[in-house]
């Protein structure tokens, strides 16, 4: 009896699982980044509500004085003692990144003069938006391909709305982010950048040390969504999408990572990861 008891309360745990999993799911052509959580951010999201304004400037003042960076902040969702606070760059290098607030939850107070960021992080996010600020005809090819993709209706991509109040990825577009993994090469570029922020495009891509990169350690993550809602991840797209890719001569160097997706996406997490999704095993390399 107790291992018939054990197994229905198993099956009935798995069924309010999925029920829950299925509640968080919605199309990704409506999905803004409404929803989204992080994990022990209930109270601290609260708190940072009634303190929008101070939380703000502070991101603002931040950005500025230790990046070079004019920023727009565009949500702020509480976490585990404290608050992350989502921004992007205004012009160009363009990228999308975060800092933190630290919140106590017992004075409910924000410490926004202990604001911080991972360094590591955000100076990624910045020279992945000065690799597509000098390598802007290159980027400009793979956007026109994939915006021509979304034209023939099978695709789709993120909505903007969702990239600025969740994303925090770096330079991302509606269909990919990049992300840097031996920065070598892109590091004189942000030392110049970092000194004169109007330095030109021109002279940023001089700093540019070609013979260091590596496309291999320069990774482009392309995540696509099928624009039916009652459609399922199309292997024959994907595979044409893979092959289109890798006969393109014209797009950035780097390694390119695929992925394909129903229409749906969990508000929750902001991932459109599923059961279905079809997912290319070896990047494509384009040198």
Do not use: C
Request: hydrophobic share 35%.
């Amino acid at each position: 009896m107790n291992s018939t008891n054990n197994n229905e309360d198993t099956e009935k745990s798995k069924e309010t699982q999925v029920a829950h999993s299925e509640e968080t799911k919605i199309s990704v052509q409506d999905y803004t980044g409404e929803g989204y959580a992080l994990p022990y951010g209930r109270v601290t999201d609260e708190i940072a509500d009634k303190n929008l304004t101070q939380i703000e400037e502070a991101a603002i003042s931040f950005f500025k004085e230790n990046y070079k960076t004019d920023v727009t902040v565009h949500n702020v969702v509480g976490a585990k003692d404290g608050a992350t606070v989502f921004v992007e760059s205004k012009g160009e290098p363009h990228f999308y990144t975060y800092a933190v607030v630290p919140i106590d939850e017992l004075e409910k107070k924000v410490m926004t003069e202990k604001i911080w960021a991972d360094e590591f992080q955000v100076e990624n996010a910045i020279k992945g938006g000065l690799y597509s600020m000098i390598f802007k005809e290159e980027f400009n090819q793979l956007d026109n391909y994939f915006d021509s993709l979304t034209a023939e209706g099978q695709i789709t991509g993120r909505t903007k709305e969702s990239i600025q109040n969740v994303g925090g990825k770096g330079f991302s577009t509606p269909y990919y982010f990049i992300s840097i993994a031996d920065e070598t090469a892109i590091q004189p570029v942000y030392d110049l950048f970092m000194k004169n922020p109007a330095e030109s495009a021109e002279n940023l891509r001089k700093a540019f040390k070609d013979n260091s990169f590596s496309a291999e350690n320069l990774f482009i993550n392309i995540q696509l969504f099928m624009a039916d809602k009652n459609a399922s991840p199309d292997k024959k797209l994907f595979d044409q999408i893979i092959k289109d890719l890798e006969e393109m001569t014209s797009i950035p160097r780097g390694s390119y990572s695929f992925v394909l997706n129903d229409n749906f996406i969990d508000k929750q997490s902001s991932s459109g990861m599923g059961d279905n999704s079809l997912d290319l095993l070896e990047d494509i390399i384009k040198e």
